[in-house]
């Protein structure tokens, strides 16, 4: 069970090019987020999907876009790098939690660092 | 979503046992809360939920009063390997809500 998977790893762009970042889950979860994470700073949603087929803002939207291509993926895109951007960025889903008590917990990928020179 | 507030950082020491506090006036009644624990250079990893009183599993223990407005994450005789940065979450425990994380709890262990 791969659980949620995040490409590439790392990544280094230049000021002004784009790129997407990939995520997929294997756990058939309804919602999926994208964080971004910046050193020493708690983690904040750029954007977050409910279900296939829609997506929200989170708390930092801007600069990013996101596509929730099935049920399995949500991609998010950067369409004009920044150095501001320059982060690591962690994928999630959330679903029923594997233990016996009811509730939903997230599961992370293991993050990409990017670096916007 | 009720905003929590938890200290920035603790210290500790091997052995000890640690509680983290956080606190949350404005829980709603469906509201859960739920911890997560974060090491360097990877994701955050659920802990422990709950809604009321006590619960405990093999990591940790969640203790919530009966006015629900904050919880204590106990974590029994911590090592090295505990140090890490704690979450404090509360909301709906939906599958499909929003997922938002504060700043959380810095926790050092020193040996």
């Known amino acids: 069970n791969a659980g949620v998977t995040q490409t590439p790893k790392f990544q280094v762009l230049k000021t002004g090019q784009s790129m997407t970042l990939q995520c997929a889950q294997d756990m058939n979860h309804n919602s999926m987020y994208w964080y971004r994470q910046d050193p020493g700073m708690g983690l904040r949603l750029i954007y977050y999907s409910a279900s296939e087929g829609t997506t929200d803002k989170g708390e930092v939207p801007n600069g990013y876009n996101v596509s929730r291509l099935n049920k399995r993926e949500f991609s998010l895109r950067l369409e004009s790098a920044a150095p501001s951007q320059t982060s690591v960025y962690f994928c999630?889903?959330?679903?029923?939690?594997?233990?016996?008590?009811?509730?939903?917990?997230?599961?992370f990928g293991q993050g990409t660092r990017l670096t916007v020179v | 979503l009720a905003k929590t507030t938890q200290p920035i950082s603790m210290d500790s020491y091997e052995g000890q046992e640690v509680n983290i506090t956080c606190s949350h006036n404005?829980?709603?009644?469906?509201?859960?809360i739920t911890w997560y624990q974060q090491f360097p250079s990877q994701g955050p990893r659920f802990i422990i939920q709950g809604y009321k009183t006590k619960v405990t599993n093999e990591v940790a223990s969640l203790f919530i009063p009966a006015d629900r407005k904050s919880s204590t994450l106990s974590l029994p005789r911590v090592s090295l390997s505990d140090t890490a940065v704690y979450y404090c979450?509360?909301?709906?425990?939906?599958?499909?809500?929003?997922?938002?994380f504060g700043t959380g709890t810095r926790l050092q262990v020193f040996p």
């Open positions: 999630a889903s959330k679903g029923l939690t594997w233990d016996r008590v009811v509730g939903t917990e997230a599961f």
């Open positions: 404005n829980i709603a009644t469906n509201d859960y």
């Open positions: 979450l509360v909301g709906l425990i939906s599958d499909t809500d929003k997922l938002i």
